[in-house]
């Protein structure tokens, strides 16, 4: 079992930067590959990034390229998301999740364990 707690997230300003923490208890951590997804109001979760259980492969939606950075330290059992230039279209409830495979999946569908949301809201 893995819990995952997200935390970082809140008001800004468009072009501002934020990153989220997602921290993971267990200690199977290592060999999970993490995601993050967002789902605003109204909308659909969608996938944001996912890496793999090494680091070593990344995944970005086109709509984060270049702005977003997905990154894990697993000394520390967190998985971080970058946010840079962030835009009103990226507001959304930003979640964590962990799936039981080594290298990344961009379906929600493949996770396993989710973390309960962290709010990001842009404004104009």
């Known amino acids: 079992q893995v819990q995952l707690v997200e935390s970082g997230g809140g008001l800004v300003q468009a072009g501002d930067s934020l990153r989220l923490s997602c921290a993971a208890s267990g200690r199977t951590f290592s060999s999970y590959a993490m995601g993050w997804f967002r789902q605003a109001p109204g909308k659909e979760r969608e996938s944001v990034t996912c890496v793999s259980w090494n680091g070593g492969r990344t995944y970005y939606a086109d709509s984060v390229k270049g702005r977003f950075t997905i990154s894990r330290d697993s000394t520390k059992n967190t998985v971080y998301l970058q946010m840079n230039s962030l835009k009103p279209e990226d507001t959304a409830v930003y979640y964590c999740?962990?799936?039981?495979?080594?290298?990344?999946?961009?379906?929600?569908?493949?996770?396993?364990?989710w973390g309960q949301g962290t709010q990001v809201t842009v404004s104009s």
């Open positions: 999740a962990a799936a039981r495979r080594l290298d990344f999946r961009v379906h929600s569908r493949d996770y396993d364990y």
